[in-house]
């Protein structure tokens, strides 16, 4: 017959077998011991993770997107997208380039035109509408004030 001191050390091998768990390169393991938070995330490589005292949660790294059709963009944002609303540099831009997006270059220019010409959205992004504008064929130099140029 098979010795106890054979079939403890079988089940230890067992459960330690079972404890090793693969993290990819992709993920990371957030481990909870006895309900608490271990300090540092896990992975990516090979770990342990004793089942009765520590809970393993696999987090993505992954960026999942969707592709959005360009005049889902135009239509969500076109109450944002006029001069004197907060949000009219963020959502003109987007509105914008869904509109370039759609071929229609001349509205996208002349969007990305009045998103330059408005003082109150901030200077990085006028400067980057500044310089789509005059790639889309909107002549805006005479708009601009002289630091802009």
């Known amino acids: 017959m098979i010795d106890f001191p054979i079939i403890v050390t079988a089940i230890v091998a067992l459960y330690l077998i079972s404890s090793i768990k693969i993290i990819t390169e992709y993920e990371r393991a957030v481990i909870f011991r006895l309900g608490r938070l271990l300090a540092e995330p896990k ?9 009765p005292i520590d809970r393993i949660v696999r987090i993505s790294l992954r960026v999942d997107t969707i592709e959005v059709p360009p ?51 901030p200077s990085s992004i006028r400067e ?20 802009a140029r």
């Open 71 to 121: 005049q889902d963009v135009v239509n969500r944002l076109q109450s944002l997208a006029k001069p004197g609303e907060p949000w009219f540099g963020s959502a003109g831009e987007m509105t914008a380039l869904a509109l370039a997006k759609q071929g229609k270059n001349q509205e996208a220019g002349q969007l990305f035109a009045a998103i330059a010409k408005d003082n109150t959205v």
């Open 43 to 51: 992975g990516p490589g090979v770990i342990l993770v004793f089942a």
């Open 128 to 147: 980057r509408a500044a310089q789509l504008a005059s790639s889309f064929g909107v002549d805006i130099s005479n708009m601009l004030p002289n630091q």
